[in-house]
Nanobody
Framework: QVQLVESGGGLVQAGGSLRLSCAAS????????MGWFRQAPGQDREFLAV????????YYEDSVKGRFTISRDNAKNTVYLQMSRLKPEDTAVYYC?????????????????WGQGTQVTVAS
């Protein structure tokens, strides 16, 4: 099992940018594809993006394509989510997660390891 800790959330104005980080520990996360999800109050956990083990083939949910960029640095055991042109509807708790399921995995039930989440609030 790998332990994941997200950081980088906060309050930002609409149109602004944030970069989220997710640091892994416990065991190397190199064999895992890493994904980002978010959950707004009263909503289901929503898939955003996933990147494969080597840092290639990023795959995005349509609503964030062109605004969000996922990347990873295996030497630092860290995955990132660069978010730009943020909208109030992007407000949610953001989670990173790891999976060894078939790439690309978009269902939250296919991810075994989760961080605790970081709050992102976008003010209008």
């Amino acid at each position: 099992q790998v332990q994941l800790v997200e950081s980088g959330g906060g309050l930002v104005q609409a149109g602004g940018s944030l970069r989220l980080s997710c640091a892994a520990s416990g065991r190397t996360f190199a064999p895992y594809a890493m994904g980002w999800f978010r959950q707004a109050p009263g909503q289901d956990r929503e898939f955003l993006a996933v990147i494969n083990m080597s840092g290639g083939s990023p795959y995005y949910e349509d609503s964030v394509k062109g605004r969000f960029t996922i990347s990873r640095d295996n030497a630092k055991n860290t995955v990132y989510l660069q978010m730009s042109r943020l909208k109030p509807e992007d407000t949610a708790v953001y989670y990173c997660a790891g999976t060894r399921n078939t790439f690309p995995s978009t269902g939250y039930h296919t991810y075994a390891d989760w961080g605790q989440g970081t709050q992102v609030t976008v003010a209008s």
